[in-house]
């Protein structure tokens, strides 16, 4: 009798514990899971197309700059080392640094 009562305690235990976790995960990460959806529903639907290639963006203010850097346009950076261009700066002194001094 003394047993059966003392595994009993032991279990509940465990289970209150068992519950009493899976409810602090649940509350701990249910804002990154969260954060995560609405990044995914981001991706998946976007909400802006470009009017002339129709590539969606989720932020207008992306399709904007889509629109007066990139659609349609050649690309204005060029490597002074090689013959490679391309349309943003950043992505030119990326390619220097991995290409020619890397």
């Known amino acids: 009798?003394?047993?059966?009562?003392?595994?009993?305690l032991v279990s509940f235990n465990?289970?209150?514990?068992?519950?009493?976790?899976?409810?602090?995960?649940?509350e701990r990460y249910?804002?990154?899971?969260?954060?995560?959806?609405?990044?995914?529903?981001?991706?998946?639907?976007?909400?802006?197309?470009?009017?002339?290639?129709?590539k969606g963006y989720r932020w207008l203010r992306n399709m904007k700059n889509h629109l007066r850097i990139e659609c349609g346009k050649d690309p204005k950076e060029c490597c002074p080392y090689c013959p490679h261009r391309t349309k943003y700066k950043s992505s030119l002194q990326k390619h220097i640094l991995r290409i020619h001094f890397g």
């Open 1 to 8: 009798m003394f047993q059966h009562s003392l595994f009993s």
């Open 14 to 26: 465990a289970r209150t514990h068992a519950r009493n976790t899976n409810a602090l995960t649940r």
């Open 30 to 54: 249910s804002s990154f899971f969260f954060f995560f959806y609405r990044i995914l529903l981001a991706w998946v639907s976007p909400l802006s197309q470009c009017p002339r290639c129709n």
